[in-house]
């Protein structure tokens, strides 16, 4: 394990994820501050996208790699837009390495930082396991009040590809989805045998399947969920994309979000009760 502190004091932990056969098969970086996952390389070959144009700054996400949606996915609620989690600092339970696996495990609790935004006790955790050439996220959420806890929440997974009009995502016709930030009430049904994204996609599917394939030219990458319904599929076309100060221009172009979310039937915790989600890459080729 390699352990560096960039400037602001934000530890990054990076560690080599082995194969079966005790040989080094991808890497994979994750940053205390929002738990945030900014590479996962696989032999070598870059498989998410971190915009080059990032604010490494407190108070704002990184733009890239995969920010934990909590406790509210995108405006849908009266928190600050996806909730608070990937702004916070969160704190380093633990790292395991052993020869088949690597696992970094992070935690993060209500405090004096998180009661103005949301009153609420709770303790979240979100372990990253690397094995061979699948990287395993699992996020849970204990209730840790009196009262119950109410919440919405997703795995903003930003997949780099070489050239998005190349590639494509499978597995979610015959879905029904809504478009984030549309109306509630109005769904629709997937019926393209595939989605080829040449505009701007920003759609939420309801009660997902629980593997999507990204297919390109020479790659192949699952995203598989479980305990999450929903799964989100967003790029923002080359419009929006010139409005957000932290993306290059053209980075639309290399990127697509699939995100393993629970966003239409919010996540109830009893006193006492917890929740898992579970999303997991597979570099299949
Ligand atoms: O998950 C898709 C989405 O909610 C889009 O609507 C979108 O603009 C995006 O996330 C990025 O949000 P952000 O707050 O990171 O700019």
């Given at each position: ?157 930003y997949l780099?590809l070489?050239?998005v009009q190349?590639a494509?995502v ?25 989605i080829?994204i040449d505009r701007e996609i920003d759609r ?29 599929v967003w790029n923002p076309w080359a419009?929006k994309c ?9 980075g639309y172009l290399h990127m697509v979000c699939i ?27």
């Open positions: 394990m390699e352990s560096a502190f960039d400037n602001l004091d934000w530890r990054k932990i990076r560690l080599n994820v082995p194969n079966s056969a005790g040989a080094t098969a991808a890497h994979v970086e994750v940053y205390e501050y929002g738990a945030h996952i900014t590479s996962w390389a696989v032999t070598g070959d870059e498989r998410l996208f971190l915009s080059p144009s990032t604010e490494f700054r407190p108070g704002a996400a990184i733009r890239g790699g995969v920010p934990v949606i909590f406790p509210q996915f995108s405006l849908e609620g009266p928190l600050p837009r996806h909730g608070f989690a990937r702004t916070q600092l969160w704190e380093l339970s633990d790292v395991r390495e052993d020869a088949e696996s690597v696992c970094v495990d992070l935690h993060l609790m209500d405090s004096p930082a998180t009661h103005p935004i949301w009153d609420q006790p709770f303790f979240a955790r979100f372990q990253v396991e690397g094995r061979g050439r699948q990287l395993e996220m699992r996020f849970s959420v204990f209730n840790r009040g009196t009262i119950p806890l109410t919440f919405t929440c997703a795995l903003h997974t780099r070489h050239d190349q494509q499978e597995g979610l016709r015959g879905t029904h989805y809504r478009l984030s930030g549309g109306s509630r009430a109005e769904t629709f049904v997937d019926e393209a045998e595939v080829r939420i599917y309801l009660n997902a399947p629980d593997v999507v394939t990204v297919r390109e030219p020479y790659r192949v990458l699952e995203v598989r969920k479980q305990g999450f319904a929903d799964c989100v419009e010139a409005l957000m100060k932290d993306m290059p221009p053209d995100e393993a979310g629970q966003i239409e039937t919010p996540v109830e915790l009893a006193p006492q009760e917890s929740w898992t989600g579970v999303q997991t890459l597979v570099a299949v080729q």
